[in-house]
């Protein structure tokens, strides 16, 4: 008896969904959550980081970025939070796809991490330039918040992720539990020697 075609791609339809699945996220709630967020970064460009510069001067590096001494540091913590904290996190919301939430956690993650230097560089800065703007303060407060969210949001699994991987791990272990001589096609009435 010969296996039905049909089953087969049947079968394959079912593995392709499950792997689509999985690579999915849901934010659920988060989504409004993290988009609020994203939209609060893209606020705080046009307020001040320093002194006259706000943070669409800081992340060109314009002449008000300069008079103000606005250093590396603070530069590359603009670009990481439109890059990752603004473009990704708007991607991986649109497209659902768990490798761009990791992406955008990571450049979050990284961003506040250059957000604690840039308000250092800023804090430390000398006599004749000014110290961190209110929108420095807010946007690097922002990519914290965001940094969480997305990390709560990769780390959470749906029920359906959770129920097709916990099938996947049963298919495994049934796998290596057969023997060699099991894994043959039998006969007909499944007794006989394999053909």
Not at 3 to 21: M, S, T
Not at 33 to 59: E, K, N, Q, W
Request: hydrophobic share 50%.
């Amino acid at each position: 008896m010969s296996p039905d075609p049909g089953f087969d791609d049947f079968k394959r339809d079912i593995d392709a969904a499950e792997k689509r699945v999985a690579r999915e996220i849901d934010p659920g709630p988060r989504a409004l959550v993290i988009a609020i967020l994203v939209f609060v970064l893209l606020v705080t460009l046009l307020l001040p980081h320093t002194g006259t510069a706000r943070g669409l001067d800081v992340l060109t590096g314009s002449q008000a970025a300069v008079d103000n001494g606005v250093i590396l540091p603070h530069r590359v913590f603009a670009i990481l939070l439109v890059v990752f904290g603004a473009g990704f996190s708007m991607v991986a919301l649109l497209t659902r796809r768990w490798a761009l939430a990791w992406i955008a956690l990571a450049g979050s993650t990284v961003a506040s991490f250059l957000g604690v230097l840039a308000l250092w560089t800023r804090q430390t800065a000398p006599e004749p330039y000014p110290g961190p703007g209110f929108g420095l303060i807010i946007a690097w407060l922002t990519a914290i918040v965001l940094s969480y969210h997305w990390a709560r949001v990769v780390a959470t699994r749906s029920a359906l992720q959770l129920a097709a991987e916990e099938d996947r791990r049963r298919a495994d272990a049934e796998g290596q539990n057969k023997g060699l001589l099991e894994t043959f096609i039998t006969d007909d009435d499944g007794d006989g020697p394999p053909k």
